[in-house]
Structure formats: structure tokens, C-alpha cells
């Protein structure tokens, strides 16, 4: 089965489940970036794993995110004392399983995914939910996901037609220089239109194509920093997560960088205005 098949039929089946956990409220919200988050915390942790060896943190890792993730629904700030925990819950376990020379690099890989996971992109993604069910609630969250899988759409399709000169070679050999334009195009047309109907706090035309442009270059970005991991860990796929199809990293990659981006661009752009509404 080619790849753009497996790409179709995957859509096919993830868009329902995704925007009916995305539309209905803060519960599915929340079950939907548990499973985003705390997943792609366990596929990072296995690709450390795999390649540098030492102890498993297939449990530990989404576990701690998962908590990162709950955290957030808390009225008590608790972040910083969880931040102190799962550090001294990974020294421990560094101390107690690992050699003492590769007990640095040992934190830095395995320390990285569940920080990225759970303190940088869990927050982003939950920060792009208002608490209103529906449109009015998962509108920034739905436009900044769906922008992701157009850029990478057009990217894919004016790569496969147009592609001749290498983006980045010695991350991802297949990227050309064409496709990233096309999805960046993609990208823009998708803001302009799509805009006013899931983002009216975003008004004219050209902090429409700003934001637009933001997130066509964070997926662009988003999705090589995937490959490079990859690469580094010796790995094709993040998971077998989706047979076929790789793991769910692979699939968010971009959202999972876009995202946190997003949330800072827009915080920046409307301070009081638009920050205020949903952040």
C-alpha cells in the first residue's frame, strides 16, 4: 500500500475521532491531550531506549507527563513541584541503573522528552481550549491543527510534483525546497479562509497571513526536528503505533512544535486582546 493511501485512510479514520474529543467539552479535551501527550512522551522514551540503552522509562515518562497534563486542570500551582520531583525521580533511577559516565547524557535524552511533553507542548495545546463546548471552545486548538496537516499535505503533493532541490538532506533526504513552498502556499490560503470562521478574534488580512505564516514554517521546522531525533535514534518510525503508518509522533510531529510556537506568536500579536480571550 502506497504511502498516500495509508496517509488518506488514516485521516479517514483519526478526523472523526479527533474532532469529537475535541468538540464536546473539557472532558474529552482532556482524554484527547492525554493520549497526545502522554504517547508521544512513551514513543520518545523508546527511541532513547532503543538506541542508548539503560533503564526503560516507557512507564515513568508518560506517567509524569500525564501528571504535567492534570496539573493544568488544578487551581494549585503545582508545576514547579513536580518539575522538582520527576528530576529527582529520574537522578535516582540515573544513580541507581546507569553508568556513572553516561549518567548526564543518560538525563539530558531521556529528561528532554518528558519536559517537552509535559511542560512545553501539553500546556500550548490546552491553552488553545476555551471552556465553552463546541466551535467557540476548540475553534484556535481546530485551526491550528488542521493547519498542520494542510501544510503537510501541500507540502507532500508539490514535493511529489515539483521537488528538485533537497531542504535539508541531512536530516530528511525526501524534503525539497518546492514542497515546503507549497505547503507554506497551502498553509496561507487555508488561514485566509478558514480564519474568520474559527479565529474571528483575528481580524484583516494580513495577521490572518502572519499567523499563517508562523504555522506553516513552525510545521516545516516541527517536522524536521522529528526527523532528526529519529535519525539520531536509529529508528524509521517513532512506534508501530498505526501499522504501516509509524506512531503518533510521527503524525503530530508538527502540531506538537506548531503549537507552543502559536500560543507565544498570538500572546505576543494581542497581549491583552486576543491573549485575553483565549488564554
Known sequence: MNNLVVRVLF?????????????????????????????????????????????????????????????????????????????????????????TEEIFPWLARQGFGIWFFGCWVAPALWSLFGPEPGWTGAGPFLFVSVAMWVADSGAYFAGRLFGRHKLCPGISPKKTVEGAAGGVLLTLAYALGVAPYWMPQLQGAETVLAVGLVLAFASIVGDLLESAVKRSCGVKDSSRLFPGHGGLYDRFDSLFFAAPVAVSVLELLFWGGLGASIF
Open 11 to 99: 485521516a479517514v479514520v483519526a478526523a472523526p475521532v479527533f474532532l469529537a474529543l475535541a468538540w464536546h467539552g473539557e472532558t474529552t479535551r482532556f482524554v484527547l491531550l492525554a493520549v497526545l501527550c502522554a504517547t508521544g512522551a512513551w514513543e520518545f522514551a523508546r527511541m532513547v531506549r532503543l538506541k542508548w540503552g539503560g533503564p526503560s522509562l516507557d512507564l515513568f515518562a508518560p506517567v509524569a507527563t500525564l501528571v504535567f497534563l492534570t496539573i493544568l486542570r488544578s487551581p494549585f500551582p503545582l508545576d514547579y513541584l513536580w518539575q522538582a520531583l520527576v528530576f529527582v525521580g529520574l537522578v535516582v533511577i540515573a544513580f541507581a541503573r546507569v553508568e
